[in-house]
């Protein structure tokens, strides 16, 4: 069993800053990569950033140059530093792992339970 749990959601004006975080644990054997997703009302689940074990990061157009995910290999934790927030972030933001439990098994995609962020104008 894998559980990926978030923190550091809330309310922010907009131009303001939050972290998040997220800690994977249980049964993991390598976690491939792992970064943050958000789905807005009536709208569907799209990348933010994530970080591919290797080094590669991947960021959406539009929140680069203002977030910055970084991640804790040695606490399989994951962080998004969010600058110079809009009102168009406003989001729930969920934690995404792309974790192998075993030599021989898959890699699946594990989801944290999300954590909203509200950025007001």
């Known amino acids: 069993q894998v559980q990926l749990v978030e923190s550091g959601g809330g309310l922010v004006q907009a131009g303001g800053s939050l972290r998040l975080s997220c800690a994977a644990s249980?049964?993991?054997?390598?976690?491939?990569?792992m970064g943050w997703y958000r789905q807005a009302p009536g709208k569907q689940r799209e990348l933010v950033a994530l970080?591919?074990?290797?080094?590669?990061?991947n960021y959406q157009d539009s929140v680069k140059g203002r977030f910055t995910v970084s991640r804790d290999s040695a606490r399989n934790t994951v962080y998004l530093q969010m600058n110079s927030l809009k009102p168009e972030d406003t989001a729930v933001y969920y934690c995404?792992?792309?974790?192998?439990?075993?030599?021989?098994?898959?890699?699946?995609?594990?989801w944290g339970q999300g954590t909203q962020v509200t950025v007001s104008s």
């Open positions: 249980g049964s993991i054997l390598t976690i491939n990569a």
């Open positions: 995404n792992g792309k974790i192998r439990r075993s030599p021989w098994g898959p890699e699946n995609d594990y």
């Open positions: 970080i591919i074990s290797g080094g590669g990061i």
